[in-house]
Each structure stands twice: as C-alpha cells, then as structure tokens.
C-alpha cells in the first residue's frame, strides 16, 4: 500500500464547532500524479491540507502521507514535503534571502553547508534572484507568492502541496509555475495543487479531485472526470424534425431546445442535441442512420463535457459561498 | 523564474534524499535558535526597546548632574549618592526600571514569540519546514531570555558608561556600612545584574504561555504587561501577605542583599526557586497548549 498514494486520507473530518469544514473525505492521491484538488471558495481545501499538513488535528479519520500516517510521523514526513499553504507568509523586514534562510534553519535535516547556495538555487529557480535583497515588505504579491514557492523548492522533495499557486501572479508567472509543476513531475515529485482555475487544472494535471461544501464530489483521472459528465451529440441540419426522430429511434432522448422539442433554429439549419449514454453505441453509427434516413446532415460533433461544465453539475450554480 | 524550460528542468534532481539529507544534523536546535535571535535582534523594535531602557540611567545620570542638588532620603534609593560615587548610577536605574520598564520590554517580547508568528502566518511555514512544536517553543523562550538579559545588560553598559562620564568614581559604601574598592563593586553590580535578568525568567514563561493562545500578537503583549503590574499591585496589599510569596515579582527588588558584606543569598535563592518555578509551571502549560493548538493563521 505504502508507495502508491501519496497521499491517502480516510473519513477524513474537521469540525469546527457546529460547522463541519471537512467531511469523511476518502482521498487517494496516486505518487508521482499532478493533482488538482478542487472546489469553490469554502469547500475545505485548506482545511485539507493543513490537517495534511499536522497543522490541524483531524476531528476524526486518518490520514497517511508519503505512506506514513499523519501527524505521527510528521518529523519524518515534512522534510520530504514541500508547501505553499493559503498564500505565502513572511518577515516583512527581512529580506527575501534572508526569509528562505530562517525558514530553512528551521528545518533540522535541512543541510547547513549548503544553505545559502540552495536558498539562491530557490530564487534562482522563480525568478526571484534580482529582487533576492529587496525587504519582503516591498514585495508585490506576485513576488511574494513566489517566494513561498522558493520556500517550498528549498530541497528536492517528494510531494509538493500547493495551494493555489498562481493567486496573484502575472501570466508569465502563472505560466512559469506550470512549467515547474511539469518539470517537478517530471522529476518524480508527487504534486498535490489545490485550485479553482479550472483551465489551469486541466492543463497539467492528471488527476482531480472536486470538493463541495466539505465533501468529496468526485475524484479520479482527468479523462474519467470529463467522462463521467455529460457526452453530448448535437447534429447541424436543416430536417430537424426527422433528425429527431431519428435519434429517438436510436434511443436517445433529444433536449428541450428553444421551441420545445430538442431542435433550434438557426436560419436555415438547426442545431439538434441529446445527451449521449456512456455505453451508447457508436457516434459514427448515428451520422450513419441518419444519412440513411435522408437527414441533410451538415455537421456532427460529440462533445466530451469540460471540466467546468462537469465542475458546475458537481457543485451547483450558486454564486453563494456553501455554508 | 527561469523562461526557457531547460533551466527549469536541470533545477528538479531526482527527488530521492539519502539517508544522511533526511537525518537530523547534530546540534540541530542551534540554527534556529541563531536564527531566533538574529531576527529578534534585527528587528527595529527590539532596538527601540534596547535603546529606550539605555536612556533611562543616561536621563538619571544627566538630571542628577545637571541639577547638582539630591535630597537625602528623597527619590528613588541610591539616587542621593550619586553625586558621590557614579557606580550608583545603575543601581538607581535598575530600582526604577525593575518594576516597570524592564517587565514592559520583556512583556512585549515574550508575549510575541508565538502569537507574532501567528499573526504574521509565518507559524505555519515554520512548522512545515518542520521546526518541531517542542523545539520551536524551547527556541521562542531561549530567544525571550536572551532578551531579558539584553534588556538588563543595556542599563547596565549604559549606566555604568554614564556614571563614570559624569561623576566621580572612587571608594563605594556598601550598605553593610563596608567599603569597597570600585573593582569589587562593578562585581556586585554584574551579580545584581544577574538577579534581575533570573527575576524576568518567570514573567517570560508567562509571556511566552500567554502568547500560545492568541494568534493577535498585541493582545498577548498588553496581558502578559498587565499581569506583571497586576502582580506588583497584589504585593502592596498588606491583606493578601499570605499570597506575597507566591507572586512572581515579590523579590523582583530584593538585590539590595547582594550590596552587603557579607553577601547576603537569601533573597537570591528565594527568587531563583521561584522564578523557576513559574518557568516549570507556565512552561509545561504553553508546551500543553501550543502542542495540540490547531494552527489556523
Ligand atoms: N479557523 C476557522 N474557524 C472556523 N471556521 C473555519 C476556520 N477556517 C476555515 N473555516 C471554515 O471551514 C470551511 C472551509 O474553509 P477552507 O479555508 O478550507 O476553504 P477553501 O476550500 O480553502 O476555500 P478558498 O478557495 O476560499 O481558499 C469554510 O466554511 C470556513 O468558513
Ligand atoms: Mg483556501
């Protein structure tokens, strides 16, 4: 068991007070996977991560990182670790150099002789170098976000957790930090990214997992993820009508379109969709039925759902946070 | 950061740490405890504060010789034998920043340690590096008394300097009614020293117990002040002697007995004893609490 997930929580729960912020949650985050923990703003991602973390103590569940449980073996697990929790936090008198120094003498496997060239290796590697002797104070939030992730590349480790890495950094940046992930991964390191930017998720992860109100909604690859949600066929013809019936015939269920009966007018052709079941047959078999029905077929798409839409079904509409 | 994605690339080794990379290091409270005590003393407050106790025997040394006129028996003790002697510069500084100055400096810095952490979220990044709960906190409180001793030793330095500026330094009276060379008297002057900084060591524990149950750093500095003034009130209530004995700052002035000759103990081991006892107490109660404490800032 221990070497397959690097992270691997069981009924996982926080309560705080009468509210529970994490709920029985059955994480399993495969090593060497990119992550994307997911869910809208106080769905209890940091929460997660700070019990992951021995920052919190979990209400009930367990939790195992790197294949040891947590927090029992937190001395022996953080050191493998790298994180970013809920933004970066610093000194702001001291200098940016001078920050990573503190936080790596806290570390005590962290090796002394090679402190300051790991420190610069760090600054180097976000772009930080020429800001290196700056006060954090006069930092911009992007710098400082970057920073915290200088502070998490200090050593190499075996599982990054970063939460929302990007918040606040210019696209170069945020760009920059997808090419770290993928070069971390690419050197073996779990990476476990906590996020809402969807478009960001699925560009480099292979994983996600999406949280709702302190439950886990789904988890799995990227590809059974977007699977799981919705296929949809949508057919461009002018003979909407018999199209229609076509698909009925084929079992499937046309939507409701603007007038009513799974069909859209669009000028001269219109737009016919229906939801496509996973065990369904063949698309091409459809295109080929209505042909030889005499359906002026004129275009034809299967759309896998998005990310966002299946994020949306998962974890409703609703601007309001969840309480 | 790094544009082409090779520079990025040769950053990552192979995640694998040796043995040797993931084994504590010996003598491993050391770095953070430098650390510790180079942030604390970087800091501008800190400095303020160091600053502040040292122009207070400056004040009294500079008042005294500008006005040239003590009135026996008047004043704050000793501060009528200064004109006599400048070794009594500090001795009047320490009587007068003994009950207030020096436990408000020590209350700010001690009240911080943890809840300063906190505050600033840096507590978080601490305890992932991972600086241990138990380490952090015996680093916290090393770092506070090391201040104390800081804070002490400024109107020490800066008393002694000024008294021996201003004013004639020669033969010192004892209160025993001996006299001393001024050699010997430096002496008892470091020894008070050093019952000053062992009476802070109890307020610190205080500070540093208080600090672990906030995350608002401010607050944990005005209670532990608070308490160090409450103490001192409940010490001049003749209605409460059986609790005198008890209060962390009942010997905070009893160093008078170290000016005699023979050098009187008691006071010092009385306050020793319970200085460390409300280091055991208060120190086993923040350990209590900042080793479960969910840490949420
Ligand atoms: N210290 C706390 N005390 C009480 N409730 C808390 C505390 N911290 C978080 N919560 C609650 O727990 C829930 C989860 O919060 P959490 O910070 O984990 O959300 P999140 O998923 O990280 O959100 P975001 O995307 O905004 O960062 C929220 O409802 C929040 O109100
Ligand atoms: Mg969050």
Redesign the pocket.
Known sequence: MSGQFAIETHTLT?Q??A?T??NGLDLDVPTGAVFGFL????????????MLLGLAAASSGTAAVLGRPMPRELDAVLPRVGALV?GPAFYPFLSGRDNLLRLDSADPHAPRASRKARVGQALERVGLSPAASKKVKAYSLGMKQRLGLANALLRPRELMVL??PTNGLDPQGTREVRNLIRSLAAGGTTVFV?S?LLAEVEQICTHAAI?R??SLVAQGTLAQLRGEGKRTATVLTPDAGAAKSVLARLGLVPDAGIDGEGVADTGFDSTVTAALPADHLVPEAIVAALVADGVRVRGFSVDTGSLEDRFVALTGEGFD??? | MPSDPQAADSGSPAPTPTPADSSPQRGTLWPLLASELSVLFRRRRTAAMLATLAAVPVLIAVAVRLTRSTTPGRGPAFLDRITENGLFVVLTALVLCTPLFLPLTVGVTSGDTVAGEAGQGTLRYLLVAPAGRFRLLLVKYVGAAVFAVAATASVIVAGTVAGLLLFPVGQVPLLSGDVVSPWVAEGRILLVGAYVCVSLLGLSAIGLFISTLTDVPVGAMAATVALAIAAQVLDALPQLAWLHPWLFSHYWLGFADLLRQPIEWGSFGSNALLQLGYLAVFGAFAYGRFATK?V??
């Open positions: 926080k705080f007070g509210q912020a994490v869910g809208p703003n106080g769905s209890g991602k940091t929460t997660t991560i700070r809920e939460d929302e906590s809402h949280m109100a302190g946070v969840a309480q | 969910d949420l800032s």
